[in-house]
């Protein structure tokens, strides 16, 4: 990986509170113009992780550099080209949505007044705010602060968006426009958010990073996670008599084993691999080699995102 394709970058960083380890050694990589979601059960160091790159804690150990910056020594040089929404994002309840976003973008914007009062009028229909923008604050919903913190976070075009929690409190609608817009800022940007909503994570993803009680147990391609951790798996639907058939295949040196159940008079194979190409060529052909069963369905088996993240989850826990 090129240095110049890496925004974050840590080396065993670490973070500890008294006799509570945070953060444990922690590597990782992430590349330019990347969506990366960062998973994990409450306490895991998702948090604590984002205050670290943020300069917004010190670290006790290791190190990390965003942009090529040292967290530590250089952390307003990062934070003028990160945008940030925290968990709970607090604003002054009198001004309206426009003043707030007009307030951060001054600290950002040093051009015509018109310039900045257009990236206020376009991050306001961009978080779909616009017809409430001159209403005070303490009157809005937990959804359209939630908005307003997402809105506040993109003013200043940032190069890295660190996102926590971000559609944690919007309803559905709000969630399919907060993706939406997580994928139109890749072509810019580079995105990290925290969530616990996995549907979201799965869908727009391009890599997944996965803490528990502090370590990383698992950084990985999203297709890789969804392909299973535990080995290559073909799913077989088919009806008739497979006994012949699935002892030609249970033969074979690249199946490991083969789980058989039955459903509403269909019987369903579960073909475990460790040869990817020899399955794809073979493994269809088999089955039917007898003449005895029809193949009605024959497919690779994909992974719910929250099936692996369990997976994960219960084997480090038992490390």
């Known amino acids: 990986m090129h240095t110049e394709a890496v925004v974050v970058h840590t080396d065993g960083l670490c973070k500890s509170y008294d006799t509570i380890n945070a953060v444990k050694s922690l590597d990782l990589s992430i590349k330019k113009n990347s969506i990366v979601g960062f998973l994990g059960p409450n ?40 945008g940030y929404l ?16 007009r307030f951060v973008a001054r600290f950002y914007f040093s051009g015509p007044q018109h310039a ?4 206020v009028t376009d991050t306001l229909t961009n978080i779909g705010l616009e017809h409430h923008a001159d209403r005070p604050i303490r009157g809005f919903s937990t959804g359209e602060r939630q908005r307003l913190g997402i809105g506040q976070a993109c003013i200043n075009s940032p190069d890295l968006l660190i996102l926590d ?3 944690s409190s919007l309803d559905p609608m709000g969630r399919r426009d907060v993706l939406e817009l997580l994928l139109e800022l890749r072509q810019q940007t580079t995105v ?3 969530t616990h909503i996995l549907d979201d994570v799965q869908r727009v ?4 990073a996965i803490l528990n009680r502090g370590q990383l147990v698992s950084f990985s391609p999203i297709e890789q996670l969804l392909s299973g951790n535990s080995g290559t798996v073909y799913s077989l639907v088919i009806k008739g008599d ?3 058939a699935q002892a030609n295949v249970a033969s074979q040196p690249w199946v490991s084993s083969i789980e058989v159940t039955s459903e509403n008079g269909q019987t369903i194979w579960q073909v475990k691999v460790t040869d990817d190409k020899a399955a794809e060529e073979q493994l269809l052909t088999l089955a039917m080699s007898d003449g005895q069963m029809t193949v009605c369905e024959f497919k690779r088996k ?3 995102l929250e099936e692996a993240f369990m997976q994960i989850l219960d084997s480090s826990d038992n490390d």
């Open 43 to 82: 306490g895991a160091g998702k948090t604590t992780t984002i205050k670290l790159l943020l300069g917004l804690t010190r670290p006790t150990g290791g190190s990390a550099t965003v942009f090529g910056h040292d967290i530590v020594k250089d952390s307003i040089e990062i934070r003028k080209r990160v």
């Open 86 to 101: 925290a968990q709970d994002p607090c604003f002054y309840e009198y001004m309206t949505a426009r003043e707030t976003l």
């Open 116 to 119: 900045i009062e257009q990236r």
């Open 165 to 167: 929690e971000p559609a």
């Open 192 to 194: 990290i958010y925290s």
């Open 205 to 208: 993803s391009d890599m997944v």
């Open 242 to 244: 497979a006994s012949q």
């Open 302 to 304: 994909e992974y719910e």
